[in-house]
């Protein structure tokens, strides 16, 4: 008897080694940021397989910093569904359902695609991050004015306070002064007319 081919085998085996190639160069991209940025977390995620906790972590960040600021929703909002889309689109193409049943130039165009889907994900959230520093230096900036306005304008009242008593103890010394010369001069007009 001869030995035959099992072709099935050699194509789940083919599959296997494209896929673990597949995950080693998704793995090598890297997720870039520290540990506990938006994009470590998110691209983390996507690169085990966690497409769901992909997704609440990108929706989770846009809540919590729409509390905070709330114009961060309208300039992060249509980045974080875009997010979410390439997080969807990359899911359904890893988890193709006759991935295995493709030649492997239709694999290796899928792969490819997921990875060009990840880089656009990476640049996405690398945007949001960026909005919300932004959003963030604004803030402190608008709580410098407010705090610089404040302090000009208590600096202003207590010159202007001084300014006052200065000129009352001023006005009230030269005013009992004017006010003697003035009965003075009057004393002696009248001791003048007396003459």
């Not at 890297?30 to 983390?44: C, E, N």
């Not at 709580?143 to 404040?150: A, I």
Request: charged letters at 25%; hydrophobic letters at 40%; proline letters at 2%.
């Amino acid at each position: 008897m001869s030995a035959g081919i099992d072709y099935n085998l050699l194509s789940h085996e083919r599959t296997n080694n494209l896929s673990q190639q597949f995950q080693q160069r998704l793995s090598a991209r890297g997720t870039g940021g520290g540990p506990d940025t938006l994009r470590h977390m998110v691209l983390t995620n996507l690169i085990n397989g966690n497409y769901d906790g992909a997704i609440r972590d990108v929706e989770a960040f846009g809540e919590s910093k729409k509390d905070s600021y709330p114009i961060f929703g309208t300039r992060a909002g249509r980045y974080i569904e875009h997010c979410v889309d390439l997080i969807l689109a990359v899911k359904s193409k890893r988890e193709f359902p006759g991935l295995s049943g493709l030649p492997v130039a239709k694999q290796r165009e899928m792969f490819e695609k997921v990875l060009d889907h990840f880089d656009e994900l990476k640049h996405y959230l690398k945007r949001i991050e960026a909005i919300n520093a932004e959003i963030q230096i604004d803030d402190i900036r608008s709580t410098v004015y407010v705090v610089k306005t404040l302090s000009i304008a208590v600096a202003v009242v207590l010159a202007l306070g001084f300014t006052l008593d200065i000129i009352e103890s001023i006005y009230g010394s030269y005013d009992q002064v004017l006010g003697d010369s003035a009965k003075q001069f009057t004393d002696w007009l009248f001791d003048f007319d007396n003459f």
